[in-house]
């Protein structure tokens, strides 16, 4: 059974930023991608970023290319999130997610994840 343990949420002022981390577990392979996707009140699901375990590729939606940055420590089997120059937009649950069918990431790969977390809540304050 995938199961992620996600931390790092809060409370922050625009302009701040903030470290999300996610550690998951239960995959029967090394490979496959892993990322996060955001759903603020009242909206439906935005992909964030994507992580492929096997080459260390990632994938961005333009809109949050160089605020945001995914990056994972094998070591501790641990995914983290790097979220600069926050603003209220980004208020939001975060989810951290994955997909064991997929290696490499891309915008539907992101979008069809199968498998996420319980989510941690990011409030940018203006």
């Known amino acids: 059974e995938v199961q992620f343990v996600e931390s790092g949420g809060g409370l922050v002022q625009a302009g701040g930023s903030l470290i999300l981390s996610c550690t998951a577990s239960?995959?029967?392979?090394?490979?496959?991608?892993i990322g996060w996707f955001r759903q603020a009140p009242g909206k439906g699901r935005e992909g964030v970023a994507c992580f492929s375990t096997i080459d260390g590729s990632t994938y961005y939606p333009d809109i949050l290319k160089g605020r945001f940055t995914i990056s994972r420590d094998y070591a501790k089997n641990t995914l983290h999130l790097r979220m600069n120059s926050l603003n209220p937009d980004d208020t939001a649950v975060y989810y951290c997610?994955?997909?064991?069918?997929?290696?490499?990431?891309?915008?539907?790969?992101?979008?069809?994840?199968?498998?996420w977390g319980k989510g941690t809540r990011v409030a940018v304050s203006s």
């Open positions: 997610a994955a997909d064991p069918a997929y290696y490499y990431c891309s915008a539907a790969v992101l979008r069809g994840m199968d498998y």
């Open positions: 239960g995959f029967s392979s090394e490979y496959y991608t």
